[in-house]
Nanobody
Framework: QVQLVESGGGLVQAGGSLRLSCAASGRTFSNYAMGWFRQAPGKEREFVAAISWRGDNTYYTDSVKGRFTISRDNAKNTVYLQMNSRNPEDTAVYYC?????????????????WGQGTQVTVSS
């Protein structure tokens, strides 16, 4: 399995930008498709974005399309989530996840490995 560590969370004002990073170690990072999920207080963990193993395909949940961008650098074993035009509804703990399937996956159960999460808070 691959080990994942998220970073980059924090407090940002509405309309601001933030970039999350997820560093992977262990198995070959480029073998895995990657995803970002988030969990707001009192809510279930939900899919945000995913990227294929080569980075040539991406997919987003409707609420973040046009605002968030997922990308990866296989040479650095890192996946990113650039978040622009933040709003308070984006406040959540953000998790990165890896799946050996290599393809785009949107279900939590499709992912094999998870990071510990990073808190993102958007103030209005």
């Amino acid at each position: 399995q691959v080990q994942l560590v998220e970073s980059g969370g924090g407090l940002v004002q509405a309309g601001g930008s933030l970039r999350l990073s997820c560093a992977a170690s262990g198995r070959t990072f480029s073998n895995y498709a990657m995803g970002w999920f988030r969990q707001a207080p009192g809510k279930e963990r939900e899919f945000v974005a995913a990227i294929s193993w080569r980075g040539d395909n991406t997919y987003y949940t409707d609420s973040v399309k046009g605002r968030f961008t997922i990308s990866r650098d296989n040479a650095k074993n890192t996946v990113y989530l650039q978040m622009n035009s933040r709003n308070p509804e984006d406040t959540a703990v953000y998790y990165c996840a890896a799946t050996i399937s290599r393809l785009i996956n949107v279900r939590r159960t499709d992912y094999d490995c998870w990071g510990q999460g990073t808190q993102v808070t958007v103030s209005s």
